[in-house]
Nanobody
Framework: VQLQASGGGSVQAGGSLRVSCAVS????????MGWFRQVPGKDKEFVAA????????YYADSVKGRFIISRDAAKNMVALHMNSLQPEDTAVYYC??????????????????WGQGTQVTVSS
């Protein structure tokens, strides 16, 4: 499985950005897909995910109501639409894939494959 992330960039607080992840080697509906973010000196933090067992999105409390994870089976891609961005959302964002069980969805160690990170910077 290979993941190619794109998007991100810089925006002022309150703005929106999108990050996308093109997936090869596995159908996005048949593998758990997640987004994590990382700031220097800290571990990767769960942001959002789709589990392979269902079509319901899962979100971290910190982004619920602001971020939307989407999945496009035709393009075999997942995306993260980020709205009402705040400076604390500044991080490198990573897409991930794997066979994580539902109870481990929010743990970065449960994912087998990672895309390259893409920077998101939100200025106040």
């Amino acid at each position: 499985v290979q993941l190619q992330a794109s998007g991100g960039g810089s925006v002022q607080a309150g703005g929106s950005l999108r990050v996308s992840c093109a997936v090869s080697g596995r159908t996005v509906r048949r593998i758990t897909m997640g987004w994590f973010r990382q700031v220097p000196g800290k571990d990767k933090e769960f942001v959002a995910a789709f589990h392979s067992s269902n079509s319901s999105p899962y979100y971290a409390d910190s982004v619920k109501g602001r971020f939307i994870i989407s999945r496009d089976a035709a393009k075999n891609m997942v995306a993260l639409h980020m709205n009402s961005l705040q400076p604390e959302d500044t991080a490198v964002y990573y897409c991930a894939a794997g066979s994580a069980i539902l109870s481990s969805l929010r743990q970065n160690t449960a994912y087998n494959y990672w895309g390259q990170g893409t920077q998101v910077t939100v200025s106040s």
